[in-house]
């Protein structure tokens, strides 16, 4: 199976910064059949991109998706205080679908 | 509006055994793959088991293979997923979760908690 590896682990930085975060794949993800999901506490995951870069329905534009092959990244353009949540990618090119492990982005 | 409610969860002993249901309600659920994705307490995201729209075609996690056994009623607008000879380490949440066609899964019940616990 894939095994997508998120890095950092946890990320803190302020309100108005530029996030980052990677998701590296052991092997090559296929057509770019990667998600990204946004979870809060006590709340279920929100859809943020399917085929790594396309957008889900109401996710606003400072949120970008980008990447193919084993290397993809989430990036949000600059924080606000609703972003602040743990970030997992999924890969769903290949069985069994896989998860990585997620990026905590904390308030500094 | 286009929701998934889980039900089921509790508390279950070693060797026990639990059905958790999904009622979806607000689109057409027989449109749609399935999924069943589960959080143990303080980790990440594992999915479970998926189901394709028929029902013609199941898949499971290694980790639950030959345990669970998922299933639907399209003509009740739910998905199920019996869980048989439980272990302290299926305790989680246990969410459903919608397959979106492009890829992902782009609508989640609010998850049931199960605890495997003597």
């Known amino acids: 199976e894939i095994v997508l590896t998120q890095s950092p682990g946890t990320l803190s930085l302020s309100p108005g910064e530029r996030a980052t975060l990677s998701c590296r794949a052991s092997?090559?993800?296929?057509?770019?059949?990667l998600a990204w999901y946004q979870q809060k506490p006590g709340q279920a995951p929100r859809l943020l991109f399917y085929?790594?870069?396309s957008r889900a329905t109401g996710i606003p534009d400072r949120f970008s998706g980008s990447g193919s092959g084993t290397d993809l990244t989430l990036t949000i353009s600059r924080l606000e205080p609703e972003d602040f949540a743990v970030y997992y990618c999924?890969?769903?090119?290949?069985?069994?679908?896989?998860f990585g492990g997620g990026t905590k982005v904390e308030i500094k | 509006q286009v929701q998934l409610v889980e039900s089921g969860g509790g508390l279950v002993k070693p060797g026990g055994s639990l059905r958790l249901s999904c009622a979806a309600s607000?689109?057409?659920?027989?449109?749609?793959?399935m999924s069943w994705i589960r959080q143990a307490p303080g980790k990440g995201l594992e999915w479970v088991s998926y189901?394709?729209?028929?029902?013609?075609?199941?898949y499971y996690a290694d980790s639950v293979k030959g345990r669970f056994t998922i299933s639907r009623d399209n003509a009740k607008n739910s998905l199920y997923l019996q869980m048989n000879s439980l272990r302290a380490e299926d305790t989680a949440v246990y969410y459903c979760?919608?397959?979106?066609?492009?890829?992902?899964?782009?609508?989640w019940g609010q998850g049931t908690t199960v605890t495997v616990s003597s």
């Open positions: 979760a919608r397959e979106y066609g492009s890829g992902g899964m782009d609508v």
């Open positions: 607000g689109f057409t659920f027989s449109d749609y793959y």
């Open positions: 189901i394709s729209s028929s029902g013609g075609t199941i």
């Open positions: 092997q090559s993800v296929s057509s770019s059949y």
């Open positions: 085929g790594a870069s």
């Open positions: 999924q890969q769903y090119g290949s069985s069994p679908t896989t």
